[in-house]
C-alpha cells in the first residue's frame, strides 16, 4: 500500500507499507537508531530479517514502513515506484486469535474435517497461527505461494494432501488449490473469505462462507453462506446442522419405506390370495398421514448434537440410502410382515373370534397392530446406529407431541369412528397385544442394529 504525500516546503514524499521481505527488497537505505539516514548494508539487512523472523515466530503479522523522496516528482498516471525505498523500521501487529478456534480446530479433525490455512502472512507468521490453532500438525507442510505455482501436476498430487497452510499466497493460488480439491481429489471443499479477492475461491467451492462484519459485499455475493458473528466456531455449527439435516431426512426415509414395503406387501398378497385386503382406504389414508406428516414433522425436527461431529463425513459418491438403513428397512419389515401375516392367518383362533363381527375384529385387529408397530418404530428410527434410542427424547417437544396425538387418535379411530373407518371397539386384551406386538419391534431394532454392515 502506497500513498503520495506533497510536503508543506514542497516537494513530494512516497510512503508504502506492507510484506516485510517485499518492501525491504525495495529499500537501498535506512534510518539508524540515531534518526540518521545511511546506506542499507548486508549487516543492516540481516538484522532486518532477524527482527522479521522473531516476530513471525511469535505470530506477530510484520509490516515493513519506508519512504522515498520524489525529487522528480510524480505523475498520477505513472504506478508508484517500487525500488530506491528508505526503511523506516519493521513492526510486528498482534492479531490475537478468538477463543474456541483452537477447539473448533479439533472438533473439525475429529469429524474428518480438514482445516487448510491460507493466507498472504509471512510464512513464519502463518505457521506459528496456524500451531497454536492447532492446524498446523508434524505430519503437515506449510508452502509458500510462489512455490506452490511452480509445481507440476505430478508433484501437486503428492503435495495438496499434506498441505496445511500455504502464506504468502496470491488469490489465484487459493483458487488453484480449491479447484485441485475439488476436480482432482474429488473432495467436498468449503472455503471461507472475507475480501474482494477471496471471491473466485468462494465462487469455486462447494460451499463459499463469507463473513458478515468485516466482509465485503463482493465476496457476500459470491459465497453461499454468510457468518454474521466472523467466528470460526460458527462455521462449526453450520457444519452440525447441516449433518443433523442429512440424518433427520435419512432416518424419515428409513422409516417412510418401512411403512411402505408392509403396507404394500400385506394388501398386495392378501388381496391376491384371499381376494380382500386387510387395511381399507380410510385406513391407508391414516397410516399415509403418520407415515408422511406426522412421520417427517417428529423425526426431522431432531435438534443436532455434539455426537454428530464424530460422524465421518459423507463423500459426493456416497449412498443416501446406506447399508445401515437398508439393513434396519429390511429386518423391521420383515418382522411386522410375518406378525401381520400371522395375525390374518391365525389370528381367529388365537383371539377365539367367532360370529357376523369376526372378520371386522380381526381386520381392526391388525390396522391396530400394524399402527402401533409404526409407532415404536419411528422411536427405533431415532438413531439409525445407537440401541438407546431415548436419550434426548424428552428435549424434543414436536417428537413426544406428534407421538402422543398418534396415539390419541388412533384410540379415537379404533373406538368411536367404527363407521368410518371400519374398525370396532377392541377389548382391553386385545389392545394389549396390539401394543405388546408393536413394542416388540423396539427390541428387535435394537438386535439389528448389532448386526455389523
Known sequence: MGVILELPKGGLRAHTKGASEIV????????????????????????LNATINQFANEALRTLCLAYMEL??????DNAIPLSGYTCIGIVGIKDPVRPGVKESVAICRSAGITVRMVTGDNINTAKAIARECGILTDDGIAIEGPDFREKSQEEMLTLIPKIQVMARSSPMDKHTLVRQLRTTFDEVVAVTGDGTNDAP???????????????????????????LDDNFSTIVTVAKWG???????????????????????????????????????????????????????????????????????????????????WRNILGQSFYQFM???????????????????SDLTLNTLIFNSFV??????????????????????????????????????????????????????????????SVFIGFLGMPIAAALKTIPV
Open 339 to 357: 406378525v401381520i401375516w400371522y395375525l390374518q392367518v391365525k389370528g381367529k383362533a388365537m383371539f377365539s373370534l367367532d360370529g357376523p363381527d
Open 372 to 433: 402401533f408397530c409404526q409407532v415404536f418404530n419411528e422411536i427405533s428410527s431415532r438413531n439409525m446406529e445407537e440401541i438407546n434410542v431415548f436419550k434426548g427424547i424428552l428435549d424434543n417437544y414436536v417428537f413426544v407431541a406428534v407421538l402422543g396425538c398418534t396415539v390419541i387418535f388412533q384410540v379415537i379411530i379404533i373406538e368411536f369412528l367404527g363407521t368410518f373407518a371400519s374398525t370396532i371397539p377392541l377389548t382391553y386384551s386385545q389392545w394389549f397385544v
Open 71 to 76: 525529487e522528480n516528482g510524480f505523475s498520477p
Open 243 to 325: 449433518r443433523s439435516v442429512y440424518i433427520n431426512i435419512q432416518k424419515f426415509v428409513q422409516f417412510q419405506l418401512t411403512v411402505n414395503i408392509v403396507a404394500l406387501i400385506v394388501n398386495f398378497s392378501s388381496a391376491c390370495l384371499t381376494g380382500s385386503a386387510p387395511l381399507t382406504a380410510v385406513q391407508l389414508l391414516w397410516v399415509n398421514m403418520i407415515m408422511d406428516t406426522l412421520g417427517a414433522l417428529a423425526l426431522a425436527t431432531e435438534p443436532p448434537t455434539d455426537e454428530l461431529m464424530k460422524r465421518s463425513p459423507v463423500g459426493k459418491k456416497g449412498n443416501f440410502i446406506s447399508n445401515v438403513m
Open 201 to 227: 475461491a468462494l465462487h469455486e467451492a462447494d460451499i463459499g462462507l463469507a463473513m458478515g462484519i468485516s466482509g465485503t459485499e463482493v465476496a457476500k455475493e459470491s459465497a453461499d453462506v454468510i457468518i
Open 24 to 47: 525491504l527488497a525495495g529499500c537501498d537505505k535506512v534510518i539508524n537508531s540515531n534518526g540518521e539516514v545511511v546506506p542499507l548494508d548486508e549487516e543492516s539487512i540481516n538484522h
